[in-house]
């Protein structure tokens, strides 16, 4: 399963307007005046969307897309009050954009809306920041606005309106926004989201921004999260019908407590609510009380373990759980208390004895960042590397770093546990993210975790250095074996047996984190690292990638995965703490036996999930763990119960091209999928794979297909150059549609048809 981190984008408009006009319908039905539809704007640009988080918004307008192939609706637009004055957020920036305007209904839009925050026809006096655009803010004369620019927030006298383009974050500038509006000004805001991602090759860590406005919108019900709904030809236009209660907080609470079962699309807009919600809300607000009230959550939290899981099965108890632990937190007020221990932190990530020897060392780390081409986070990402220390729950450890090196902007990190798990129907551990993180911007600086965890520094992949050398008081050594650094006489005697309960094992180019019990007894880990040195060398030989890796990918063990039985993301691979960790640790087994999930996810890591089509984000992954059965293990490609053998392929390929074949059969059948490609493999063997995937990886990104359609015909072209073969008829059979302008692209080559499907 591939787990891609949620990245979307964000750009607003929003207009706070005077307390005192009208009612919620009214306003609809004016700001709405005189419009027939309200486009989504065309790309690049997109629709942010807002999130209520209190029961005083009122939506205006709901832009549409789709979610795991379901429709949602989220809102565009929206209304709200701020003392005395009011709140109207756009979500599409570019209705303030010259381009935009000339449409009637944007235009008309933006008249209403002016109208409303200043009522009459009277002169309007407007502030607006450096780099507006000229289209807009001659809109704007043209309503008898008089526009001045404002660098500071101080503000002229009798002005009305105040428009924003860009973030604010200093907390002396949101102030004197928040006085502005609350005296009964106007202030309309554009996102930078927008603008920042189609110019994102300027913008450092674009996909962890969040707004600082957000601080100050939140006062008024509204968050606006780092998303965008972009254009499409299914929808192209804002819905001013019907509101769905999902998108409101007020008609929200009570379909959760409904028990009514939630589409995805709309579980997912729940979570975010609520996450919203208890992110932007003090413990004391309203709507924290009333959640209290709606969801029965219990003053003292069950502590999970593998032997008491903790039932979560239905919304109501997935937002009990969740706010509950928030609760907790924010009573234990961990981050003020670096004495303050977790409940439940013994079972895990679990305890240091009291008589574990405190350390005193210094810790040389060598850099390993950037990337090769595969799907890692876009810079800048600060990747974790391991220190071989452990900072026990409860207590302070020192770090001490250079005065040169407080400028590389390092991080540490405390543990490596960072999934939150409420959304699942049990849990066997604390649900909640289990890190912690620290700022190294002085010279020395205390961390602290009431979990307690494994020590990382997290550097910059953008970062030029070799090593980073650093000094840890207080920690405790855990067990910690490098391939090429590490003997097995160190390892044997004395470093498997270090106090931490979680362990390292680590080459250059991979780290498994597994619980320290499963590794006391390991004699071998030489032999074993080695074995998985030579898988990720046939996954790089199969991806087209060099052997010498700029990172190391991590899997890492978890009593609880929080997406499937496994799962993948950019920056790691979780596994459980079952047989299969038992496998991956036993180097003679797994060299004999193999572990399909675990060169499964590995997969994921190598795939070409940008240029795949739907369908074989689940199917392509499995070349890479075929290609390791292949060449790493020997055993071939037949290895999964799934592709058991030649024959059996060949009869489920039959059954399929006998029972009304279809694209949408196909894509629903990873196994189906992955034996056209075993097809393929016989006949071309695994050089045409390669010679296709080399395509894959030297393809410029600003060429990547802008369509499924696209990939499909890019997949065929591509293969049957490698096969040197005219693939028409055999796309053709399997039912993967292909372009007429492809096919002709291929007439050059001879065809081919496998013998044994002759007859279809």
Known sequence: MFCKPYRLLLCFSLLLVNVFTLQAQDIKTLLLKHIDSLPMPPLPEGTSFFITINRQPEIIAMAMSDFQDQPFKANAIVSSTLGKGKVLLFGPSAYLKAEMLTNKDVSQLLKNALNWASPGNRTRRIAVTGGMEKGFTDFLQQQNATVYITPNFKLKKNTSLLVLNKDITDVKELQLIEDF???????????????????????????????????????????????????????????????????????????????????????????????????????GAPVIYEMKQAFDIPAVLPVPSPSAPVLNSTPALKVATKAGYWFYAKQQDFIHHPEAKAAGYQIFPGDVPANALRVNQTVVIPVKVGTQGLNDPEPVYYRPHSTGLYVPAGEKVTITISTDDIKQHLKAQIGVHDDDLTHMDQFKRTPVDLTAKFSLDQKQIDIYSPYGGLLLINIADTSKLKTIKINVSGAVKAPYFKLGKTSEQEWNTTIRNNPAPWAELATDNIVLTVPSYRIRNLNNPVKLMQFWDEVMNADADLAAISPKRAHQERIIVDIDAAYGYMFTTYEKIVVPDDQSCEWMLNEAFIRSHGSWGAFHELGHRHQFWKLD??????????????????????????????????????????????????????????????????????????????????????????????????????????????????????????????????????????????????GN
């Open 181 to 283: 509006i609350t005296a009964g000004g106007t202030l309309l805001f554009a996102s930078p989201y927008s603008d920042l991602y189609n110019s994102k090759d300027t913008i450092k860590n674009l996909q962890y921004l969040d707004l600082g406005i957000n601080k100050l919108l939140a006062k008024a019900g509204l968050v606006n999260p780092n998303a965008l709904i972009v254009q499409s030809p299914k929808y192209t236009a804002l819905v001013i019908d019907s509101v769905p209660d999902y998108v409101q907080l007020k008609t929200l609470l009570p379909l959760i407590q409904s028990k009514k079962t939630l589409s995805e699309s709309v579980d997912f807009f729940t979570k975010l609510t609520i996450e919203q919600v208890l992110k932007y809300n003090d413990p």
């Open 613 to 758: 089509f739907p369908g074989t984000i689940e199917v392509t992954e499995n070349l890479f763990s075929m290609y390791t059965y292949d060449k790493v293990l020997h055993k071939g490609i037949y290895n999964h119960e799934n592709i058991s053998s030649q024959p059996e392929v060949i009869k489920n390929i039959k059954v399929y091209l006998a029972n009304n074949p279809s694209y949408e059969k196909w894509c629903n059948d990873p196994f189906l999928a992955l034996s056209m490609y075993i097809e393929l493999i016989n006949q071309f063997g695994w050089d045409a794979i390669k010679s296709a995937n080399t395509v894959y990886r030297n393809l410029p990104s600003d060429q990547y297909p802008k369509n499924d359609q696209d990939k499909r015909d890019l997949w065929f072209t591509t293969i049957s150059k490698a096969t040197n073969s005219n693939l028409g008829r055999f796309f053709d059979v399997w039912k993967i549609p292909v372009s007429e302008t492809a096919k002709k692209q291929v007439s050059i080559y001879k065809p081919w048809f496998p013998k044994e499907l002759e």
